[in-house]
């Protein structure tokens, strides 16, 4: 299990440390880099954790990238779809416009041809009287026919290139009617995966964020740890250099010579304050 070391935690590792070390000294050398080895175990497991999270938060950004790149791309096709969308109702409306005035004219055309069938009615019965009765102008007879026949047939075209063209604008308003509907659903399938491009940005967002603050802790845990190892180190260092001192204490045997004796007792650290023999305030100094 790992252990978590903080400014207490060292210190009562260390008091125990060097109350294993008095105790034991056969046994130190495996007990006292426990400590300092669940540390250590605990930075490896945590720059691995952080490593796997930096590679996660990595494939993050990537897919960010993919979606962006994605919007824009939508962006554009939704501003072609609305430009084309434009267009089509421009064409309608220009199509709209030339199917009324076509029905002005039919009706404008409907009613002066319906004058002139009546008119023509009226004056070709008269003219056929005339003519059954006046058998001398022959030639007028087949002129008259000749007239109202071309007549009646130009009239027929005209109604005919009217129909032909009101139907027309019937087939191509039923074209565009579909091409809207058409335009719509695309429209909507364009809106629903926007959204959902949206939607999948979003919840990336929040994750990268999540992904970094444990990376953030994970950093703050690794430098925390490796601040533990090293005070650990000079820990061990000072409890091993105690302990060699008390080593070579107790190995000096009894009634050894003097020379032995300062060997085994190493001078404290820092400047000579006095000498033995020099003065003092009162006296010298003897021990």
């Known amino acids: 299990m790992l252990i978590a070391f903080d400014g207490f935690g060292l210190v009562v590792a260390?008091?125990?440390?060097?109350?294993?070390?008095?105790?034991?000294?056969?046994?130190?050398?495996?007990?006292?880099?426990?400590?300092?080895?669940?540390?250590?175990?605990?930075?490896?497991?945590?720059?691995?954790?952080?490593?796997?999270?930096?590679?996660?938060?990595?494939?993050?950004?990537?897919?960010?990238?993919?979606?962006?790149l994605e919007q824009g791309q939508m962006a554009r096709t939704i501003g072609e779809l609305e430009a084309q969308s434009r267009a089509r109702d421009k064409r309608t409306k220009g199509l709209q416009q030339r199917r009324d005035q076509l029905q002005v004219s039919v009706r404008e055309q409907q009613k002066t041809l319906a004058g002139q069938l009546r008119s023509a009615h009226l004056i070709g019965r008269e003219d056929w009287l005339k003519l059954l009765l006046n058998q001398e102008e022959p030639s007028h007879l087949a002129r008259v026919l000749a007239y109202y026949g071309y007549l009646g047939r130009a009239r027929s075209e005209l109604i005919g290139k009217l129909e032909e063209d009101l139907e027309q604008v019937r087939m191509t308003e039923a074209e565009l009617q579909i091409e809207a509907e058409q335009k719509a659903l695309?429209?909507?399938?364009?809106?629903?995966?926007?959204?959902?491009?949206?939607?999948?940005?979003?919840?990336?967002?929040?994750?990268?964020?999540?992904?970094?603050?444990?990376?953030?802790?994970?950093?703050?845990?690794?430098?925390?740890?490796?601040?533990?190892?090293?005070?650990?180190?000079?820990?061990?260092?000072?409890?091993?250099d105690q302990t060699n001192k008390a080593a070579m204490t107790e190995n000096v045997p009894e009634g050894a010579p003097l020379a032995a004796i300062k060997k085994a007792h190493c001078p404290p650290a820092g400047p000579v304050v006095a000498r033995f023999g020099s003065p003092r305030m009162t006296g010298q100094w003897d021990g």
């Open 186 to 240: 695309l429209g909507r399938k364009t809106q629903k995966e926007r959204t959902a491009l949206l939607e999948s940005g979003r919840q990336r967002r929040q994750l990268l964020k999540s992904w970094d603050r444990e990376l953030h802790a994970k950093a703050q845990r690794l430098n925390q740890l490796k601040d533990d190892e090293k005070q650990l180190e000079r820990l061990i260092d000072a409890v091993k």
């Open 14 to 68: 260390g008091v125990f440390l060097v109350m294993s070390l008095g105790v034991s000294i056969a046994n130190g050398a495996e007990t006292d880099r426990q400590p300092l080895l669940e540390v250590r175990g605990e930075i490896a497991s945590t720059q691995q954790q952080r490593e796997a999270l930096m590679a996660i938060r990595d494939r993050l950004n990537q897919q960010l990238s993919e979606i962006e």
